[in-house]
Structures are given as structure tokens and as C-alpha cells.
């Protein structure tokens, strides 16, 4: 049956012209990648290779071992990463799937999530993405970030709890608001619904600029007493003074 499915998966995404044409630039590609890139958008995609905040993931660009934010602030997940950084053609193509329901681009980027999840040598029982409110998920018609798990989930053979957490508060934008306004703003916005004991949880989402949501996330699922909690983002934002 498995096997079926997947022939059928391929067979189908063979129709669609993203599966020949660069998603950035639409260049015809003249050689198929599971980015699904040319090869001058590949070369000037935001990597988020360089040094990072052992914590968080954050692009660092002095000596120290922590990025400002993790200095200042209580983190509740163990580690984050993220393969990009939030600039460029990767800002570009989060705001075209997030906000213009390009929902194809979906399986793309978790290819970008998926290296980073072998590169980083994660281990996870299950994946749970950052819960939207209905409110949310009505307006965008759909939820990137349980779209982005479930095509991870797919890549990795991992299960994907899609209610294992909900958001029961309506907050401001995050983007709107400095740090201390974001850590404000966030708590209270989850609930742990399912059972995640003794689990290994990698929380999915699809930027991380302070960090924040997944730390009042994870320290909503740390109730539910699993094994570990970390985090894994297909982008971080780099530091800026407000984010502090």
C-alpha cells in the first residue's frame, strides 16, 4: 500500500510546472533538484552555515558562544537550528508560502529542514509544529507550519502531532513587537493536549527572530514531562537590538 502511495505522490507533483521551473526565479531548471532551484538561486540562498548561538541557532559574528537574546533571556527547549538565514531569497520564499498560500513550496523547504535535521544529528520521536489559532488558520486557509511538519514527517518517517498542541490565545503579531513585547505577548497562547511522556519532541516552525514562541512552547510541552524538547526552524533571523 506504501508503495502505492508514493508511486502515486510521484506521479502526480510530475504534473505541476514548479517541478521544472526554479521556484524563485521560474528559469526553467535543466536539471530537477529537490530544492527545486536553479542553479544561480541555490548559490545565493542565505545559508545559515557560518557561527551560530549554541542555543538557539542564531547567526553570530564575534567570539562569544551565545547570541544577546540567549544571554538575556530564560530558554525552555534545549537547542535550536535552522538551516537559512531570514534575508534574501529565503525571506522571499517564507512570505510567498506563509502569506500567498503557495503551499506547493511546502515540500521544497523541508528539504532544507530535513539536511539540517541529519547535519545536526537530531533524534526525535515525534515532530510538532507551532500551533495558528482558528482565527488564523481561516484567514491563511491553511497552516504553514503543519504543512512543513507533515512534509518533514514524510522525508524522515517521523510522526507528526498535529494536535498533540493548540494555541488558544489570540496575540499580536510577533514581527510587530520587540522582544520583551514578544515574550509578553506569547504567554498563555498554548495548550498541551496530547501525551509526549518520555518522548523526544523537535518542535517545527518556520522563523525564529527572538525566540519566544518556541521557548513558551516548549515550556508548555516540558509539562507533559518528555524526554527532551528542541527546536528546529527552517529560518533565524539575525540579531538585531530590538530583539532584546
Request: charged content about 30%.
Amino acid at each position: 500500500m506504501s508503495k502505492f502511495i508514493n508511486i502515486k505522490e510521484k506521479l502526480f507533483s510530475s504534473i505541476y510546472v514548479d517541478d521544472c521551473n526554479c521556484i524563485v526565479c521560474d528559469k526553467e531548471l535543466s536539471l530537477k533538484n529537490r530544492y527545486g532551484l536553479c542553479k544561480a538561486c541555490n548559490n545565493s540562498i542565505p545559508r545559515n552555515s557560518g557561527k551560530v548561538c549554541v542555543k538557539c541557532g542564531k547567526p553570530i559574528y564575534d567570539e562569544s558562544e551565545y547570541c544577546m537574546v540567549c544571554q538575556n533571556n530564560k530558554r525552555y527547549f534545549e537547542r535550536a537550528s535552522a538551516p537559512l538565514i531570514y534575508k534574501g531569497i529565503a525571506e522571499k520564499l517564507i512570505l510567498n508560502y506563509k502569506f500567498y498560500n503557495k503551499r506547493y513550496l511546502a515540500k521544497y523547504l523541508a528539504s532544507f529542514l530535513s539536511d539540517e535535521y541529519l547535519d545536526k544529528e537530531y533524534l526525535a520521536d515525534i515532530l510538532i509544529p507551532v500551533p495558528v489559532t482558528d482565527k488564523v488558520r481561516t484567514e491563511r486557509s491553511f497552516c504553514q507550519t503543519d504543512l512543513l511538519a507533515t512534509e518533514l514527517g514524510k522525508k524522515l518517517n517521523i510522526e507528526v502531532g498535529l494536535t498533540i498542541v493548540s494555541k488558544i490565545k489570540e496575540t499580536a503579531h510577533q514581527a510587530k513587537l520587540g522582544g520583551r513585547e514578544r515574550q509578553t505577548n506569547i504567554e498563555g497562547a498554548f495548550k498541551l493536549n496530547g501525551d509526549v511522556k518520555g518522548k523526544r519532541v523537535l518542535i517545527i516552525d518556520d522563523i525564529l527572530t527572538t525566540g519566544a514562541t518556541l521557548s513558551e512552547l516548549a515550556r508548555v510541552i516540558l509539562k507533559g514531562r518528555p524526554e527532551s524538547v528542541e527546536g528546529l526552524t527552517l529560518s533565524n533571523a539575525e540579531y538585531k537590538p530590538y530583539m532584546e
